[in-house]
């Protein structure tokens, strides 16, 4: 299954187009970080962590989902 990652410095956002049912909470309720009327959609540095990773998991589908990045050493 395809997945397109979408990184800033602390997590990454991982979208799954195959399970999108476009139901569109991500972008009515975070424009600021989802936009699909761009090319790059999810904008990872356009609001904090917390924010980000709480919208993620209000995904429907699952096709949102996050991990936290390593850290370099």
């Known amino acids: 299954m395809k997945k397109i990652n979408y990184a800033n410095d602390d997590i990454t956002v991982v979208w799954q187009p195959e399970l999108c049912r476009h139901a569109t909470?991500?972008?009515?309720?975070?424009?600021?970080?989802?936009?699909?009327?761009?090319?790059?959609?999810?904008?990872?540095?356009?609001?904090?962590?917390?924010?980000?990773?709480?919208?993620?998991?209000?995904?429907?589908s699952g096709a949102l989902s996050f991990f936290y990045n390593e850290k370099s050493k």
Do not use: M, T, Y
């Not at 975070?30 to 904008?43: G, Q």
């Open 25 to 60: 909470f991500c972008f009515r309720q975070l424009p600021e970080v989802f936009n699909p009327a761009v090319r790059r959609w999810i904008n990872p540095n356009g609001a904090s962590n917390e924010k980000i990773i709480e919208q993620v998991k209000k995904c429907p």
